[in-house]
């Protein structure tokens, strides 16, 4: 596939608050795309399906579909259930995706305020140009706290994934949502290693050969500002908990502070791909993360980010019925 990654470059002083796109077979390219194909007040990249670039805005109240080769541009009608209260746009979840029917939806979460609100849940579709809203058959408010965290949506085999971490207990789970039935899941994670000289750990959902993984990293050992990595990977057979431990990585030295500091975007569907881009000294460069390299060596994604994302070069419209 000719995979590239898109940047919102709000740095670049020549081109202030600009898309651009790399060339993923070729590290060393840099493409701006001129702003009239694009809203600038929806600089939020949200998620990317077959081509399509999911935008926002600020709020996430405005949505737009985008495709960055051809240029086509489709604002999204409002969402007229949207929440008043909502002011930035890690406020609610996004999840991309294509059901059965091949039609481009977006499922918007809104997570209730913790004075008595309600989750609520939206869907968009692409054929019908419109939202609806839908029920939702589990409590998602008893993960909405100040230290909890929900990851971005990954995609696979018709489900919607979302990791869910809490800062406060290490308590981990994921979201599932059958794009197709639209109900939704909690799956707990696979037993974590829990040895005497682990001092942390990070979870990662991963596509690998056209199923959910989940990529665990162990960090533990410090030594004179390094420590001991280790990772396991899991592969979710089945829609419940049926966790199988495929692989176990070696351990390897890493340096604390390079561990935790890069900004690595992956594919949140299809088979893994990845790309770290690393600053030394404002002279950014980009380079290919294998998994074992990725599991072994990089311990998590710097995630979410709402300034990049990994996408494939298509023709599809953003537009209904084209």
Sequence with gaps: MDYKLLMFDKYNEARPKSFCTLDCENLNSMIYIPSKYFDPRLK???ASLDGL???TSVNMKQFAFWNPLTGAYKMLPFNGYHSSNMRRSRDGIIGFYIDSSNDYKLLHILLGGGNGDRARAYIYSQRLDS?????????LNY????????FKATFSGQTLYFKLTSCRNSNEAIISFDVNTEVFKVIQYPPIYSGIYISSYSGCLVVLNGCIHLCVAYCGGKYDGYEWVLGDLWRLDGDEDGWVKVTAFPRSLSYIRYLRSQNISTTLSGNWFAITEEDNKNNKSFHKVSMEDFATNYWYFNDP???????VETLISPHPSE
């Design 53 to 55: 670039v999911c935008l």
């Design 131 to 139: 939202w609806r809203d839908i029920s939702i058959n589990i409590d």
């Design 305 to 311: 980010t709402y300034c990049r994302t990994i996408y």
């Design 143 to 150: 993960k909405n706290t100040s230290s909890s965290y929900w």
């Design 44 to 46: 939020f990249i949200l």
